[in-house]
């Protein structure tokens, strides 16, 4: 199977998002620069994790640091929460100045490896931030970025680190990797609306229009094209159920430069119009 970029839509001032998948969800090799723990609240699934099978039972976790390749494979009858956060969040206050994401990748990444107390302990806080985040209640807000805080001092003192490998597990993302990719992903969001050409962004990046288009297609499994339009498109969706503005203006305002473009990558993405769409997605 391909191994493809995901891109969670989280929050900017907030980056932090918790799912609930079902067994039926097949989920396949992918990798983002976001730190994910998947928690299975009921049966027991499959996944793999740079390459390495692991199954886990109920009231057990995994551990993805950011980069790392992952895949889960569907397990009717069960259930898990999956925890999304991106480290850029803490580094206002990181003044140890400590590089989470090598510090992460170090971890061992299923609780079973833990030890009962880390593993009770890491449990009982997914779940209190996931009450919190289901009930809503005055200060939630305040209580899930306590409890984000709180999971990451527990991750770095108490979750057992790795034994180094004689053998080097070859991973896709490395974080020179992840680090021009969000150069360039940050170009993009800053300039999704104007005439963007492989030229361009080849420049911010630094590299030829020939290396780019590798390099690009080769850690996010698609082309930049592909990524630019799919990126645009989530644009467009937002506007479509947050404002009540044209779609002639939606268009003008995500970059797309033909009506006939957006209308083909638009149905072509979510199967309807856009007009349809809105109706059927805003909240009255």
Known sequence: MAIYLEMPELDKEFPFRILVNDGDILTTPHW????????????????????????????????IGGGLIHYVLASPGSERLVYQF???????????????????????????????????AIRTLLEAMNYEM????????????????ELIQRLLRDIPKQVKQLKKINKLATQDVLEKLD????????????????????????????YFTKFFKKNTGKTFLTF??????????????????????????TGFESNKTFYRLFKGSMAM???EYRNTMKIE
Do not use: C, M
């Open 32 to 63: 983002h620069r976001e730190v994910e723990l998947i928690y299975v609240i009921k049966g027991t699934i499959s996944l793999g994790i740079d390459d390495v099978p692991y199954k886990l039972s109920e009231g057990e976790i995994a551990f």
């Open 86 to 120: 991106d480290l850029n969040y803490f580094t206002a206050g990181n003044k140890e100045n400590l590089d989470l994401q090598k510090l992460f990748s170090e971890l061992l990444p299923v609780s079973p490896q833990w030890g009962e107390s880390d593993e009770t």
């Open 134 to 149: 289901k009930t809503q209640q005055i200060g939630y807000q305040f209580a899930l970025k306590a409890g984000l805080f």
């Open 183 to 210: 150069e360039i992903f940050n170009f993009v969001e800053e300039h999704y609306q104007e005439a963007l050409t492989l030229q361009d962004i080849a420049e911010v990046a630094g590299y030829s229009s020939f």
């Open 228 to 253: 630019l339009n799919d990126y645009r498109i989530d644009k467009a969706k937002w506007l479509l159920i947050n404002s009540d503005l044209p779609v002639s203006e939606i268009i003008a305002q």
């Open 273 to 275: 119009a856009p007009l």
